[in-house]
């Protein structure tokens, strides 16, 4: 089956700068590469995603790339904002199994 | 309204006790999900369903089975509860295999 690493598991940045959270996978079939964003208290939510045919995605502050050769994918948030903070995911799949989530990353944004 | 919603949110019970949890989807989807979320473990499968008529095991079903009542409830049953299976549990659904998964609001477990 699927295995999806994710680091870091803690990342701290300032206010204003970037954040970038990577994650590889292991089968080649995978085409669906999600990101969540999980609030204190609250379901995950989709923030952006991306499919194999594709190498990068952007939506504003947010973009994802993806490398298929190298089985891995990263999460960059630029300009970063005190409401950024949240536990982040990663997951890979798209086939018959559905997702198979990474550990998940806790974004803390220092004023 | 929420379109995936959970209940009960949250749930205190004693070791070898038989509890279920609910979930309740107005998407339309036919694919639903039981997740476990641990700390920094992230979120584990527990069992899917594609549709009323199939259900399948997930990653972690050990200890768990499942109820698909219509398309719209999906259910997940702990036999008898131990004290390892406090967690937060994620009910979630999707239209298609590739598609987005849209997550409850958990329900958190605690087994004494």
């Known amino acids: 089956g699927e295995n999806v690493e994710q680091h870091p598991s803690t990342l ?5 700068d970037s954040a970038v959270i990577k994650c590889t ?9 999600p990101w969540y964003k999980q609030e204190l208290g609250k379901g995950p939510q989709l923030i952006i995603d991306i499919r194999s045919n594709v190498g990068e995605k952007k939506d504003q502050r947010i973009a994802v790339t993806l490398n298929k050769t190298a089985k891995h994918f990263s999460l960059h948030i630029t300009e970063t904002q005190p409401e950024d903070s949240a536990v982040y995911f990663c997951a ?13 990353t806790h974004l803390i944004i220092q004023p | 309204d929420a379109d995936v919603t959970q209940t009960p949110r949250n749930r205190i019970t004693k070791t070898g006790k038989r509890i279920m949890l609910e979930c309740s989807q107005t998407k339309g989807h036919d694919r639903m999900y039981w997740y476990r979320q641990d700390p920094g473990l992230g979120l584990r499968l527990i069992y899917y369903s594609f549709d009323v008529k199939d259900i399948n095991k997930g990653e972690i079903s050990d200890g768990y089975s499942v109820s698909r009542q219509a398309q719209a409830k999906f259910s997940l049953s702990l036999e008898s ?4 299976q406090t967690a937060l549990y994620f ?3 999707s239209g298609q295999a590739g598609d987005e998964q849209y997550f409850g609001p958990g329900t958190r ?3 004494t």
Do not use: H, M, R
């Not at chain 1, 890979?92 to 998940?104: I, Q, R, S």
């Open chain 1, 12 to 16: 701290s940045v300032q206010e204003g």
């Open chain 2, 81 to 84: 509860a131990i004290p390892n």
């Open chain 1, 25 to 33: 996978y292991s089968d080649s079939a995978s085409n669906y590469f």
């Open chain 1, 92 to 104: 890979a799949g798209g086939g018959a199994d559905g997702l198979t989530f990474g550990k998940g």
């Open chain 2, 109 to 111: 477990l605690t087994v």
């Open chain 2, 91 to 93: 009910c979630a659904t």
